[in-house]
T-cell receptor
Framework: GQQLNQSPQSMFIQEGEDVSMNCTSS?????WLWYKQDPGEGPVLLIALYKAGELTSNGRLTAQFGITRKDSFLNISASIPSDVGIYFCAGQLRGSGTYKYIFGTGTRLKVLA | DADVTQTPRNRITKTGKRIMLECSQTKGHDRMYWYRQDPGLGLQLIYY???????NKGEISDGYSVSRQAQAKFSLSLESAIPNQTALYFC????????????FGPGTRLLVL
């Protein structure tokens, strides 16, 4: 099935550093979302973006909906150990007779204290 | 108590066996979904249901079937399990008014020998 391309696939960072990850698609979406998955659990929504160009923050997290509607990025500022996990982007497309909810391949984040 | 529960949490079965994974939710949402997650990959949509009488195939429905027994219950069946169906399976729900956010269960880890 179709999946979104996320990069990087994994990253090791020092506590306190900022983190950037992005997600790209060959097709457009109406909504972009970012989820975090902790070990042994299901993904939990972090941020949802509804309009092209939209920039939204949730605490130390900031995400943007790309102008072309084919990409999105997520920034985490001043990382802390509990930020460790897998981050997934997801794109939703709803329209007449169409429904897609596609997840990215994930970015595995490890924070070194 | 968890809003979205899945049973069993772990299951080992043999090739050719029929198995059912169950999902229940207390969130009152009308939409429910089944995903599978493979190592290094994101989540892939198997089936989704927008209400009790609505069932739709997702990206990777071959080899699976579903039943929406009630608004709160959505089960996934593997009629004749095969080893490449070994994966982590997640159920999710969403509200039709804000369908973008999906709430995930804890997952069922399935091993097909």
């Amino acid at each position: 099935g179709q999946q979104l391309n996320q990069s990087p696939q994994s990253m090791f960072i020092q506590e306190g550093e900022d983190v950037s990850m992005n997600c790209t698609s060959s097709s457009i979406f109406n909504t972009w979302l970012w989820y975090k998955q902790d070990p042994g659990e299901g993904p939990v929504l972090l941020i949802a973006l509804y309009k092209a160009g939209e920039l939204t923050s949730n605490g130390r997290l900031t995400a943007q909906f790309g102008i072309t509607r084919k990409d999105s990025f997520l920034n985490i500022s001043a990382s802390i150990p509990s930020d460790v996990g897998i981050y997934f982007c997801a794109g939703q497309l709803r329209g007449s007779g169409t429904y897609k909810y596609i997840f990215g391949t994930g970015t595995r984040l490890k924070v070194l204290a | 108590d968890a809003d979205v529960t899945q049973t069993p949490r772990n299951r080992i079965t043999k090739t050719g066996k029929r198995i059912m994974l169950e999902c229940s939710q207390t969130k009152g949402h009308d939409r429910m979904y089944w995903y599978r997650q493979d190592p290094g990959l994101g989540l892939q949509l198997i089936y989704y249901s927008f209400d009790v009488k609505d069932i739709n195939k997702g990206e990777i429905s071959d080899g699976y079937s579903v039943s929406r027994q009630a608004q709160a219950k959505f089960s996934l069946s593997l009629e004749s399990a095969i080893p490449n169906q070994t994966a982590l399976y997640f159920c999710a729900t969403s509200d039709s008014d804000r369908g973008e956010t999906q709430y995930f269960g804890p997952g069922t880890r399935l091993l097909v020998l």
